[in-house]
């Protein structure tokens, strides 16, 4: 069982505890993308695990109606066990998926698993019709590249600052040099994609540039906001017309995920804790 303050950001350890909170987010006008929590595993017993518990998700999701896709890191699902293991399961998540009637996300994680997680995503998202998503780092200096890739097929694609701490030879380690790269990728992608971005950012000056941006070019697009991190703000742009979607983690691996929202930053620590002492 997890505690209330964790609560805030992890929606509980079971899938059903999972939807119960995309029934009460969807009535609020927004979409959810459910994580389950693993990564990083080096055999492949439970990366084949975590594969069929997204294939049962996808299953339950269609069950319930509810407007929700899911987002797959690589290491859960085999990447470190090899580039085949990742490749197989992604294929069977993203078929179970798309029979289904689910959209797949696959997240991003650091550099040295950038080329593997396109490639399968380029297969895929091409097989699939732009059922798969992916999502790219404005931190790594080759994202400019890699988009120029990604606008020449289907699928949406979520762009983020980058959550990893990188070596300085290929990624931006200045605050500032990554926002700017942000607003320089946003642009392009709202210039040259046709099937829509995703502006994975909690910044209300990225939030800001993407309507602006909308209205240049007129391509859609959503916002993707985690769990617990300005929900406030979430149920308000979903009321102005925005689409937007909430990550939502869940699983019993929640503790570690828990611990860094809570130390990333003071606001979410009081956040929690206000929202245990019901102030
Ligand atoms: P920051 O640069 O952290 O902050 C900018 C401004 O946003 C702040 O000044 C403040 O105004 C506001 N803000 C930010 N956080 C808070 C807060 N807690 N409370 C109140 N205001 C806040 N990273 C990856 O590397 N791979 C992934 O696959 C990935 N997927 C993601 C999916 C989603 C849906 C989201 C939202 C993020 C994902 N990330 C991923 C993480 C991302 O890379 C960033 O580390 C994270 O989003 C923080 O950057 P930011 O753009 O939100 O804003």
Request: with cysteine; glycine share 6%; hydrophobic share 40%.
């Amino acid at each position: 069982m997890i505690p209330p303050i964790a609560n805030n950001f992890v929606a509980g350890e079971s899938p059903a505890e999972a939807l119960e909170h995309v029934e009460d987010l969807n009535e609020r006008g927004v979409s959810a993308i459910l994580n389950l929590l693993g990564e990083h595993y080096e055999e492949r017993p439970p990366a084949d695990e975590d594969a069929a518990a997204y294939e049962n998700l996808v299953r339950d999701i269609d069950q319930s109606g509810l407007d929700a896709c899911i987002s797959v890191k690589p290491s859960q699902i085999g990447l470190d066990v090899g580039d085949d293991v990742f490749a197989e399961n992604l294929t069977d998540i993203a078929a179970a998926a798309d029979e289904h009637d689910v959209f797949t996300w696959v997240d991003m994680e650091d550099h040295e698993t950038t080329d593997a997680t396109l490639d399968v995503y380029e297969d895929l998202t091409t097989e699939y019709g732009g059922g798969v998503g992916v999502c790219v780092q404005a931190n790594l200096k080759r994202t400019e590249e890699d988009l120029e890739r990604l606008a020449d097929l289907p699928g949406k694609v979520r762009l983020v600052k980058g959550a990893y701490d990188e070596p300085k030879a290929v990624a931006y380690k200045d605050k500032a040099r990554v926002n700017e790269a942000y607003r320089n990728y946003l642009r392009y992608m709202f210039r040259e994609f046709d099937d829509g971005v995703a502006v994975g950012s909690h910044d209300p000056e990225m939030i800001s540039l993407a309507r602006d941006l909308h209205e240049e070019f007129g391509t859609d697009y959503e916002v993707q906001m985690l769990m617990g991190v300005r929900d406030d703000a979430q149920y308000e742009l979903a009321a102005d017309g925005v689409e937007v979607w909430q990550y939502i983690p869940y699983g019993n691996k929640w503790f570690s995920y828990f611990y860094r929202r809570a130390m990333e930053r003071k606001e979410n620590m009081l956040f929690a804790l206000r929202a245990v002492l019901g102030r």
